[in-house]
């Protein structure tokens, strides 16, 4: 079954603003990972949070997770066109990872 | 390099007839997976291999059959296509179960 849920499910933004995307999942689990995937491209990892982590760095990124609200936030700071692309989150260990249905974000030059 | 490459990248084929998607990771991984992603963007997992071995078969018709031939090549065959097959199917791996690293993506049109 669907695990994770992003939130919105479209965002469009001018380039240098911030995005924020939000992901609710509903069982326990032991990381959450945020994959990105560029049109007609394969998803590409991008950062991993384990359940006893509140936040996480990498580059632009910065990821929350919050486990009593089964919620996780992704945000790209100073978005950039090529930031342009679908995000999921996804649970469950990679031997069965479970994604959402994503939100898709356009960053207008 | 190309991690994970799969081919072809777009099949356009007529309802009845059987097809067939290659996978190869040169990464290493011991672990290689079927995707499926919907017109809605929406992806789900298909199967999982592990060391050659079937792990998880996520309740998919068993007119698709996959196959391992060793640890670096996952293809996956689909017997009497039908239109709702119609669809993105990614192949995957990962080590250890790590990460996953996805392909480009084939897309299946069935007319």
């Known amino acids: 079954s669907q695990q994770g849920e992003e939130d919105p499910q479209a965002l469009s933004i001018q380039e240098g603003e911030n995005a924020t995307m939000n992901c609710s999942y509903k069982?326990?689990?032991?990381?959450l990972q945020w994959y990105r995937q560029n049109s007609g491209r394969g998803l590409v990892h991008l950062i991993l949070?384990?359940?006893?982590?509140r936040e996480k760095h990498s580059g632009r990124l910065r990821v929350t997770l919050d486990t009593s609200k089964k919620s996780s936030s992704l945000l790209i700071t100073a978005s950039r066109a090529a930031d342009t692309a679908s995000y999921f989150c996804?649970?469950?260990?990679?031997?069965?990872?479970?994604f959402g249905k994503g939100t898709k974000l356009t960053v207008n030059p | 390099d190309t991690a994970v490459s799969q081919t072809p990248k777009y099949l356009v084929t007529q309802m009845g007839n059987d097809k067939s998607i290659k996978c190869e990771q040169n990464?290493?991984?011991?672990?290689m997976y079927w995707y499926k992603q919907d017109s809605k963007k929406f992806l789900k997992i298909m199967f999982s291999?592990?060391?050659?071995?079937?792990?998880i078969n996520e309740t998919v018709p068993n007119r698709f059959s996959p196959k391992s031939p060793d640890k670096a090549h996952l293809n996956l065959h689909i017997n009497s296509l039908e239109l709702g097959d119609s669809a993105v199917y990614f192949c995957a791996s990962s080590q250890a179960y790590s990460t996953v690293h996805f392909g480009n993506g084939t897309r299946l049109t069935v007319t």
């Open positions: 990464l290493g991984h011991d672990t």
């Open positions: 291999y592990n060391n050659k071995e079937l792990i």
């Open positions: 069982t326990s689990i032991n990381n």
């Open positions: 996804a649970t469950g260990g990679s031997e069965k990872l479970v």
């Open positions: 949070i384990r359940s006893n982590e």
